[in-house]
């Protein structure tokens, strides 16, 4: 079993900026990759932004150039730091992985999600 943790959501004005924090603990060898959905009210979630094994990342256009996807192999977290924030980023924000136990099975787990809520 792989729990995560997520943190780092709020309320925030537009062209503010807040990080968001993702921490998997359980039996995990590896994880690849990391990555940031997100889900509005009245809408499907979407893919934000996934950093892979090798720290090489990938965004979604609508947050190309304004957020920043890292993450800490040792700590197992992954961060997304969003700045200049806008109304329409306001959302359910969920932290997604793939881990591989030592025995080789792969888990696909979902964060509880948290809110991010950019006013204007």
């Known amino acids: 079993q792989v729990q995560l943790v997520e943190s780092g959501g709020g309320l925030v004005q537009a062209g503010g900026s807040l990080r968001l924090s993702c921490v998997a603990s359980g039996v995990i060898s590896s994880i690849n990759p990391m990555g940031w959905y997100r889900q509005a009210p009245g809408k499907q979630r979407e893919w934000v932004a996934t950093i892979t094994g090798g720290g090489i990342p990938d965004y979604a256009d609508s947050v190309e150039g304004r957020f920043t996807i890292s993450r800490d192999n040792a700590k197992n977290t992954v961060y997304l730091q969003m700045n200049s924030l806008k109304p329409e980023d306001t959302a359910v924000y969920y932290c997604?992985?793939?881990?591989?136990?030592?025995?080789?099975?792969?888990?696909?787990?979902w964060g509880q999600g948290t809110q991010v809520t950019v006013s204007s």
């Open positions: 997604n992985i793939n881990s591989f136990a030592p025995w080789g099975t792969t888990y696909n787990t």
